[in-house]
């Protein structure tokens, strides 16, 4: 079966842009994907055979259709099909490219992910719950800081982890977040500043919920044989699963794991031939701090129940034997919601191929990027790949 | 590289059924499909290995994640994924299910479709707006009629159809849809009650529009393997081909065509090795009249501006030699927007493997499923073929 590989990745800077359009902030990304780094081959969207769009569509400005409108705005002739699994809309896009290249049906494929949240006042309470679970969750009052305040307070009671565990993941992130260009809160915090912010959801406080953000993100997925003729250095698609479960937490099998994550993992892992002891760094969904630690444990960072100590220990700071959320994480980089999982990419393409700046992992060939839809109704990993490394 | 055969096909009834959800109809379609027909070998929501889901969202019940939510309901445990393209979600579910298929990663995919349109009064307006080009149509004022009546009158004027070339595809629609037992609309109607409908955007009348239907399908696509497995007739995915375009139909070259239609065609003609000519029915999407004459002219049926004199003709009836909307078509059968393209398939499935009752083609061995997004911003079109055909 033909192979895919990422050529090209690029991004807007993720914020509060107010004044921008899910059109302008996508030609932003499309546009830095396209042109490259300096030396790269540039491309041009006629080059482009297929466009795939992530995103859940907040407000409801262009919300049918929007692939199509925005491959008109960036220049696409080929189809163009918009993909959809809330905050994981961004990572099935590219699931969803890499399939179009492995079914040989397209040699250069456009996955993008969008999302503009900033000018909703009134209608974005609203949006932020659509990816719950309706009946029992949204109608109900339910918000998504409650879903996994549960989430924690559970594990807490499970497995001992405390507010200064969920709190070293924000001053981790921030970290990492403050060394991205093009990072929401680019600042770091120290842990009492993360323990002692107000409450959003208990236990879960201002520190431990990551932002709501503005921006888009681009890859370009293509064959073996348009990567080969690419005068660009590219990264090779090692491996892809996904999972889904009830979108309800409550109609889950557990509290303190998100089972859909585990089966996305493990088909991620098998179809790269790789474990998680095969990786150099890793992208994780970490809307809230909670969801990394449930990470670690999901992907098999750590047995569960150990993600607060293997936090503690520095293993996944940026100088560690397995950095997470490199980019600064949803918590610093921000959370465009369809652009999220998208982004992940981008930071991992930007790492294997040691153009990672000042947050650079040296040496890094093997990353994994991990993107959740709502609670954990749907998830995406991928395993990405580069024989030279960050050390290029 | 491994094909894809259509092995199981089911939908619930079409009409208004505001007592059913988007979860109950999605069920009364896969219990269908998975079942199949008299002394086909029954299978189990256990046997797919993915979910692809199309559906606009009328009224966002579960915006977010309604395809794992779906999923839950049906009892399928693998990867569930939202595809929208507005109108085109079902049948860009089917193509997403095809990919998964030759691209290696999985054996069985169900491909559905659903929307539920009948119990949202106060906001029905703007998810039926939705799908239109926001800036200049939808917040303008236009209506998706209104649209579709430019259109009509750029080719009343361009090629001299009149309001009777319009009248007749409701007459034909209605006639066969009166022999479908899923059908929302199951009546026939004269020329002289379709021509004296009251105006909806003139020169559109009530005849010359589709009704607004609950309903959902489901398709299951199978690789070559599967296929053979089971003992189950099935149905070749001989072609598919996609196109996009301006999501307004101001932005486009044409009033008198729709460009992306035409992309569609000729790459799903290329990749089956046929032509239109080679068909022996289709389903087109005729969510008003004038659609249905653009459809016959982009799919090359007949060249531009013949189309009223192809109708006249009585080819594209039951009994001529292209019949064309057996089921009904969207004006008698419905559009429940996501499921509408699926329900194609079930149709073309239907006819291919001899199962379509009072409205059989006798002998039918390939058949074409055409699906457009909103006005033309997204096309998909699928070509189907049967050795035995629909004479087994």
């Known amino acids: 079966m033909p192979e895919a590989h990422v050529v090209g990745a690029g991004q807007s800077d993720f914020g509060a842009h107010p004044a921008e359009s899910y059109r302008s902030l996508f030609l932003t990304a499309v546009e830095d994907a396209l042109a490259g780094d300096d030396g790269d081959e540039p491309l041009s969207p006629a080059d482009v055979d297929e466009l795939v769009l992530g995103t859940l569509g907040v407000g409801g400005r262009q919300l049918g259709l929007s692939a199509a409108a925005a491959a008109t705005h960036v220049g696409v002739e080929g189809p163009a099909t918009r993909v959809e699994n809330a905050c994981a809309a961004g990572g099935y896009a590219v699931r969803a490219a890499v399939r179009a290249v492995r079914a040989g049906e397209a040699d250069l494929v456009l996955a993008g992910g969008v999302e503009v949240m900033n000018d909703l006042s009134e209608s974005l309470p609203y949006w932020l719950g659509v990816s719950g679970e309706t ?233 994994l990027a991990h993107n959740v839809g709502g609670s954990g109704g749907a998830v995406v990993v991928h395993v990405l790949e580069h024989e030279e490394g960050g050390a290029a």
């Not at 002692?196 to 959801?201: D, K, R």
């Not at 998680?276 to 809307?287: Q, R, T, Y």
């Not at 936090?311 to 980089?333: C, F, Q, R, Y």
Request: charged residues 20%.
């Open 135 to 367: 009946a029992y969750e949204r109608l109900a009052g339910t918000t998504f800081s409650g879903v996994y305040a549960q989430m924690a307070a559970a594990h807490m009671d499970a497995h001992g982890t405390t507010r200064e565990d969920l709190s070293r993941v924000a001053v981790k992130n921030h970290r990492n977040g403050a060394r991205n260009p093009h990072a929401h809160l680019a600042f770091e915090c120290t842990l009492e500043e993360a323990m002692s912010g107000p409450a959003v959801a208990e236990p879960l406080g201002l520190y431990h919920c990551c932002p709501t953000t503005d921006g888009a993100a681009a890859v370009l997925v293509a064959s073996d044989a348009a990567a080969a003729d690419l005068d660009r250095p590219s990264v090779r698609v090692a491996g892809v699963g996904a999972g889904s479960d009830a979108v309800g937490l409550f109609d889950r099998e557990t509290y303190t794991s998100i089972p859909a994550s585990r089966r996305a993992a493990e088909r991620a892992y098998e179809a790269a031939g790789v474990g998680p002891d095969d990786l150099d760094l890793a992208e994780v969904h970490d809307c809230f701090s909670i969801a990394e630690l449930l990470a670690y444990e999901d992907l098999g960072f750590c047995e569960p129940g150990e993600s607060g100590d293997l936090l503690a220990s520095g293993a996944t700071a940026l100088e560690g034997d397995l950095p997470v959320n490199t980019s600064g994480g949803l918590k610093a980089k921000g959370h465009p919601i369809g652009a999220t999982g998208t982004g992940q990419i981008v930071e991992l393409y930007e790492q294997l191929l040691g153009r990672a700046g000042e947050r650079q992992v040296e040496g890094a060939r093997r990353g």
